[in-house]
């Protein structure tokens, strides 16, 4: 079981910039691949991005292409979402998931990944 903690959420305003980290403890040497996804109040759950660390190959929501990067540093067992030129819409609370089984596919759904955090806060002010 791989146990993850998010922090780096807090409030900002329109076209600023956050980064969030996913610490993971555990059993991380299984983890095959890292997700982000969030929840606006009121809504479900939405993918924003994902992470395989085998070739490090990544995938994003089209809302947020362009604009947030997910990486990793295997080292620190940590995995980041920077979000630059954030908008009113990202807001939400932000999870991140682990995948413990190896898979060609890097899923996009809450399905895909069998480890979640508690999530952390993200408020955008127009």
């Known amino acids: 079981q791989v146990q993850l903690v998010e922090s780096g959420g807090g409030s900002v305003q329109a076209g600023g910039s956050l980064r969030l980290s996913c610490s993971a403890s555990g059993r991380t040497r299984g983890n095959y691949a890292m997700g982000w996804f969030r929840q606006a109040a009121g809504k479900e759950y939405e993918f924003v991005a994902a992470?395989?660390?085998?070739?490090?190959?990544?995938a994003y929501a089209d809302s947020v292409q362009g604009r947030f990067t997910i990486s990793g540093d295997n080292a620190k067992n940590t995995t980041y979402l920077q979000m630059n030129s954030l908008k009113p819409d990202d807001a939400g609370v932000y999870y991140c998931?682990?995948?413990?089984?190896?898979?060609?596919?890097?899923?996009?759904?809450?399905?895909?990944?069998?480890?979640w955090g508690q999530g952390t806060q993200v408020t955008v002010s127009s």
């Open positions: 998931a682990a995948r413990s089984t190896y898979s060609p596919t890097l899923y996009r759904s809450l399905d895909g990944y069998d480890s």
């Open positions: 992470i395989k660390w085998i070739g490090r190959i990544t």
